[in-house]
């Protein structure tokens, strides 16, 4: 009885223990918005390694809440160039810059 606690055997014990929730770990790392069915699955069905795996690959995948894409910039300014002396001048600054530049007249 006295080998039960051995450091080796806790070890092991916490080895498997944090094997085993890694799919509630990998959830609330990844902020999931599924977290609480994950952590079901797993407690309940993370004994069997197709419900181990099934939770896993849950946490692992789709959307999080932790990170907004930024998908447009809506506040860009035109830049406005004044207009160069000579004639023809302006035309080759507006076919080199694009429609992007505004001159001034």
């Not at 944090?18 to 407690?43: E, G, Q, T």
């Not at 099934?54 to 998908?71: D, E, F, Q």
Request: hydrophobic share 55%; aromatic share 12%.
């Amino acid at each position: 009885m006295g080998d039960l606690f051995l450091p080796s055997h806790l070890i092991l014990v916490a080895v498997f223990v944090i094997l085993y929730f890694m799919p509630v770990i990998v959830a609330r790392v990844r902020s999931a918005k599924s977290f609480a069915a994950i952590a079901i699955i797993n407690i309940f069905l993370g004994w069997t390694f197709v419900g181990w795996v099934v939770a896993l690959a849950w946490a692992a995948s789709g959307k999080n809440t932790a990170t907004t894409p930024i998908t447009e910039i809506s506040h860009a300014v035109p830049i406005q160039v004044p207009t160069p002396s000579g004639p023809g001048s302006s035309y080759r600054l507006a076919k080199a810059f694009g429609s992007a530049i505004r001159f001034k007249r």
